[in-house]
């Protein structure tokens, strides 16, 4: 049997903006090959790196205050063998701590938003912003190019209905189940000129009522 289909890419994923700013740079020439882990696009990453400034310094400065406590607390304890307030000051610096921690985590993870790179090797699009573009994706992602990973292709395509039924009534009246064939071939081109072997590995339990 013989039948049209389409390929499709092994692996596609946009490439997206997770943050506010300008789009500074573009490493992207559309329709090249990227290799894992390359820049592609960088968005102003100056406030977001004065963010991970500043959550630095907290982190330092509620470690020293809780340093403090501890110390305080010890000294209490020694002299007035209750410390109950102290102890309660070096809960909350302990806490505050914590906070500031989790804040440059954030910070740290908004500013590598601002470099976006290629998740695997592939061909990319073209890009959908131009630099100097106002990029608002810290509301809703905002893709900038598409990268596909096509060096497996998976080939696609429909078996009719009635042919289905077919083969099942087929297989009914000999008491066997349906067999599908284990390998196709792909013909691609005028009059099939390039040919390639596929394996087929899924077959879909939906119906196109259309």
Do not use: W
Not at 4 to 15: A, E, N
Not at 94 to 115: F, G, I, M, P
Not at 118 to 126: E, K, Q, S
């Amino acid at each position: 049997k013989e039948h049209p289909g389409y390929l499709s890419p092994q692996l596609k994923v946009d490439l997206v903006a997770r943050v506010n700013g300008y789009l500074r740079t573009s490493y992207l020439k559309a329709g090249s090959r990227v290799k894992k882990g390359d820049l592609i696009f960088v968005i102003e990453p100056d406030t977001y790196q004065d963010n991970v400034t500043q959550a630095e310094a907290s982190v330092k400065t509620s470690k020293a205050q809780l340093e403090y406590a501890r110390s305080n607390y010890e000294r209490m304890k020694e002299a007035a063998k209750s410390g109950a307030v102290s102890q309660i000051q070096v809960i909350q610096a302990e806490a505050a701590v914590k906070n500031a921690e989790a804040e440059l985590n954030t910070a740290r993870t908004n500013l590598s938003y601002c470099y976006i790179r290629a998740p695997f090797d592939g061909a990319v699009t073209r890009a959908s912003y131009d630099i100097g573009n106002y990029i608002n994706g810290a509301v809703q992602p905002v893709t900038l190019a598409t990268l596909y990973k096509d060096d497996l292709m998976f080939a696609n395509f429909n078996i009719e209905d009635n042919q289905f039924m077919k083969m099942m009534l087929e297989a009914a009246r000999n008491d066997s189940t349906v067999k599908l064939p284990t390998e196709i071939l792909v013909s691609i081109g005028k009059d099939g000129g390039n040919a390639y072997t596929g394996r087929l590995d899924y077959l879909s339990p939906n119906i196109d009522l259309s």
